[in-house]
């Protein structure tokens, strides 16, 4: 085999070992996407994201679990937990269940403050709903939530 | 009238006196490290959506952690750890239902540090299992922060490590719990 056929076949397979190379140390090092960024699977209020998990929690797993959801709703309560992280509950005061919104805690991303009782549209991943057994009221949960008023233009 | 009014008075009493034997969060913290001597990299994931729930008078203790809510540094670690080992869309939930079984007594009333048992059933991954821990609890400014570490092995919940990572996954995990419980009003 002379050189020059030797030069033709490594150079391609050098460049797919680098491209290969690249590519795993990118997927291997790859951080969660800033929500912001991605679009919702479904745009709904709190009241329908919860009566869907109450009325039939797998069906409502199967559509909403793991997806980037827009939630509209009445700012209820809000708290931060000691490490700092934000906590907004959709909802009607009147009731005790509730759209848990767990805010995207990446530094400087402010959230806050947030006044009670105004009318919000947040996004985040959609982590799943614990049933009122523990009567403490039924919960839907998001993380890594945004607020729509700080969605990228 | 006066017995109605009496009647109100003690049903308002009863309910205020259930209320303040439980405490309570909806924002506790579950970690666990799986990291192996032969991980080429840490592997620990924080939940920070843990419900919690401690009644006093009876000493049951009872958590619900969603495990699609468990957040990892890397992406690629998240996925896997839901769709490859605890399977999160088919096993969306982990709970602990249990109670304080030995241990000092605990003066829920005075601020303090006491050391407790606490044993119960946990069904991860559609498996149920009992579990003893030992754990803290620490009473201050009328809140609770219960505390614990223990380890549990994966095979004994159904989940599976692949044979190529067999050796870079810890088969026992180390979970660590840390709850501060709010009285329920």
């Given at each position: 085999m002379s050189k020059k056929t030797i030069t033709r076949i490594l150079i391609p397979v050098l460049v797919l070992l680098v491209l290969g190379a690249v590519y795993v140390y990118r997927e291997f090092n790859r951080k969660a996407p800033d929500t912001a960024d991605l679009t919702p699977a479904y745009e709904l209020t709190g009241t329908q994201l919860l009566e869907a998990f109450q009325q039939d929690e797998k069906k409502a797993n199967t559509l909403y679990l793991g997806k980037v959801l827009a939630v509209t709703g009445m700012i209820k309560s809000q708290s931060s937990d000691s490490a700092g992280v934000q906590t907004l509950v959709i909802g009607?005061?009147?009731?005790?269940?509730s759209v848990r919104c767990i805010m995207n805690g990446d530094p400087g991303s402010v959230t806050g403050p947030f006044s009670t009782g105004t009318r919000i549209t947040i996004k985040g991943i959609c982590t799943g709903y614990n049933a009122d057994d523990m009567g403490l009221g039924a919960d839907v949960l998001l993380n890594r939530s945004v607020p729509q008023n700080l969605l990228k233009p | 009238m006066k017995k109605l009014i009496i009647c109100i008075l003690a049903l308002f009493v009863i309910k205020n006196t259930t209320a303040q034997d439980k405490f309570f969060t909806k924002s506790g913290r579950i970690s666990f490290d799986a990291t192996s001597?032969?991980?080429?990299e840490n592997i620990e994931g924080m939940n920070k959506t843990v419900t919690c729930v401690l009644d006093t008078k009876t000493g049951n203790l009872q958590m619900a952690v969603l495990m699609k809510a468990f957040e990892f540094d890397r992406a690629l670690m998240q996925e896997h750890f839901n769709e490859n080992y605890v399977e999160s869309n088919k096993f969306p939930k982990t709970e602990f239902r249990g109670a304080i079984v030995a241990g000092t007594v605990v003066n829920y009333g005075k601020d303090g540090v006491y050391l407790v048992k606490v044993k119960g059933k946990l069904t991860m991954h559609g498996q149920t299992k009992e579990v003893e821990a030992e754990g803290k609890l620490t009473v201050k400014a009328g809140k609770i922060q219960v505390q614990s570490v223990f380890s549990e092995q994966l095979a004994d919940y159904g989940v599976t490590i692949p044979q190529l990572v067999a050796d870079k996954v810890a088969k026992t995990a180390k979970i660590t719990v840390d709850c501060l419980l709010d009285p329920l009003k």
């Amino acid at each position: 085999m002379s050189k020059k056929t030797i030069t033709r076949i490594l150079i391609p397979v050098l460049v797919l070992l680098v491209l290969g190379a690249v590519y795993v140390y990118r997927e291997f090092n790859r951080k969660a996407p800033d929500t912001a960024d991605l679009t919702p699977a479904y745009e709904l209020t709190g009241t329908q994201l919860l009566e869907a998990f109450q009325q039939d929690e797998k069906k409502a797993n199967t559509l909403y679990l793991g997806k980037v959801l827009a939630v509209t709703g009445m700012i209820k309560s809000q708290s931060s937990d000691s490490a700092g992280v934000q906590t907004l509950v959709i909802g009607d005061t009147a009731f005790l269940s509730s759209v848990r919104c767990i805010m995207n805690g990446d530094p400087g991303s402010v959230t806050g403050p947030f006044s009670t009782g105004t009318r919000i549209t947040i996004k985040g991943i959609c982590t799943g709903y614990n049933a009122d057994d523990m009567g403490l009221g039924a919960d839907v949960l998001l993380n890594r939530s945004v607020p729509q008023n700080l969605l990228k233009p | 009238m006066k017995k109605l009014i009496i009647c109100i008075l003690a049903l308002f009493v009863i309910k205020n006196t259930t209320a303040q034997d439980k405490f309570f969060t909806k924002s506790g913290r579950i970690s666990f490290d799986a990291t192996s001597p032969k991980s080429p990299e840490n592997i620990e994931g924080m939940n920070k959506t843990v419900t919690c729930v401690l009644d006093t008078k009876t000493g049951n203790l009872q958590m619900a952690v969603l495990m699609k809510a468990f957040e990892f540094d890397r992406a690629l670690m998240q996925e896997h750890f839901n769709e490859n080992y605890v399977e999160s869309n088919k096993f969306p939930k982990t709970e602990f239902r249990g109670a304080i079984v030995a241990g000092t007594v605990v003066n829920y009333g005075k601020d303090g540090v006491y050391l407790v048992k606490v044993k119960g059933k946990l069904t991860m991954h559609g498996q149920t299992k009992e579990v003893e821990a030992e754990g803290k609890l620490t009473v201050k400014a009328g809140k609770i922060q219960v505390q614990s570490v223990f380890s549990e092995q994966l095979a004994d919940y159904g989940v599976t490590i692949p044979q190529l990572v067999a050796d870079k996954v810890a088969k026992t995990a180390k979970i660590t719990v840390d709850c501060l419980l709010d009285p329920l009003k």
